[in-house]
């Protein structure tokens, strides 16, 4: 069974220009989460997705939006990006209720320049 | 807010038990402890949970005291592999808080 997978492996950007991250989820999941995780720091949350819906966000500034897909994978977009952007973005699956356990792709690297 | 207290970092020897602690003692009686650990900048790979009882999978155990107020996560036979950062998280089953702490840095020396 494959895993999550994400795309781009890595990603460079410069600062004010937008990044588009891509996460597929775990066959038969139908949540996908979104976390940040900046050097030497822990993983911050950032947002869930389930059912095509936003179903709860971080504390993060507007400009770091998503999407659900009909296929349940996702999109993460960061608007206007500024240097303290630069990290690892993880996203992970879960399966339908009844089903807790989250499960990581190996991330997208996120160099903002 | 982390809700989660551990250890920066800890040594462990080849072959020996690793006993890696975690605090939690605002904890409420519906959520669920979860370990996950997170090889160089992989993505965190899941271990185990547990919400009372004490639980044992192929990777570990759990160990859960009676007032639910820490745990320990128990890898019986620590490897080289085993060298990570270990994340104790509490959650609402089925919900979408989850947060990470800092974790502890696992050391396994030959």
């Known amino acids: 069974e494959a895993g999550v997978t994400q795309s781009p492996t890595h990603l460079i950007k410069t600062r004010g220009q937008q990044a588009t991250l891509r996460c597929s989820p775990i066959?038969?999941?139908?949540?996908v989460y979104w976390y940040q995780q900046a050097l030497g720091l822990g993983l911050q949350f950032l947002l869930w997705?389930?059912?095509?819906?936003?179903?709860n966000r971080g504390n993060f500034p507007p400009r770091f939006s998503g999407r659900q897909f009909p296929n349940y994978s996702s999109e993460l977009n960061v608007n206007a990006l500024e240097l303290e952007d630069s990290a690892l973005y993880l996203c992970?699956?879960?399966?339908?209720?009844?089903?807790?356990?989250?499960?990581f792709g190996p991330g997208t690297r996120l160099t903002v320049l | 807010d982390a809700k989660t207290t551990q250890p920066p970092s800890m040594d462990c020897a080849e072959g020996r038990a690793a006993n890696l602690p975690c605090n939690h003692s605002t904890i409420s009686g519906n959520e669920y402890v979860y370990w996950y650990r997170q090889i160089h900048s992989q993505g965190p790979q899941y271990i185990i949970h547990g919400l009372k009882n004490n639980e044992t999978n192929e990777m570990a155990s759990l160990i859960i005291t009676e007032d639910r107020k820490s745990s320990t996560l128990i890898l019986p036979h620590a490897t080289l592999r085993d060298t990570a950062v270990y994340y104790c998280i509490v959650r609402l089953y089925n919900f979408n808080k989850f947060y990470f702490g800092s974790g502890t840095k696992l050391n396994v020396k030959p």
């Open positions: 992970a699956s879960r399966g339908r209720e009844g089903s807790d356990t989250q499960y």
């Open positions: 997705y389930d059912e095509g819906e936003e179903r």
């Open positions: 066959s038969g999941h139908t949540s």
